[in-house]
């Protein structure tokens, strides 16, 4: 049965610091791609942070710099230390393979509010 879990969230000051973590069930996903996604009401869900099974990365602009992205197939584990935290960085963060779409399976996400 595939599951994910993301959690980690929480409220952070701007500057502050976070790291999610994602434990995700299933075999595929320590194979696969996986990534954080972050979504704002009102708006797309977007990728911010992308790794591949060999751990390649790649980032969205918006994070470059900022976020690290990070897994453990063993574990069926994916991470992201999210550093220098902003504002417009507040949003439900959530952890699935990429490419995903909005229908498929998709865990209840983490919430991360930045003040000001």
């Known amino acids: 049965q595939v599951q994910l879990v993301e959690s980690g969230g929480g409220l952070v000051q701007a500057g502050g610091s976070l790291r999610l973590s994602c434990a995700a069930s299933?075999?595929?996903?320590?194979?696969?791609?996986m990534g954080w996604y972050r979504q704002t009401p009102g708006k797309q869900r977007e990728l911010v942070a992308q790794?591949?099974?060999?751990?390649?990365?790649n980032y969205a602009d918006s994070v470059k710099g900022r976020f690290t992205i990070s897994r453990d197939n063993a574990k069926n584990a994916v991470y992201l230390q999210m550093n220098s935290l902003k504002p417009e960085d507040t949003a439900v963060y959530y952890c699935?393979?990429?490419?995903?779409?909005?229908?498929?399976?998709w865990g209840q996400g983490t919430q991360i509010t930045v003040s000001s």
């Open positions: 299933g075999n595929i996903f320590s194979i696969v791609p």
């Open positions: 790794i591949t099974r060999k751990g390649n990365t």
């Open positions: 699935n393979k990429v490419p995903a779409s909005n229908y498929e399976y």
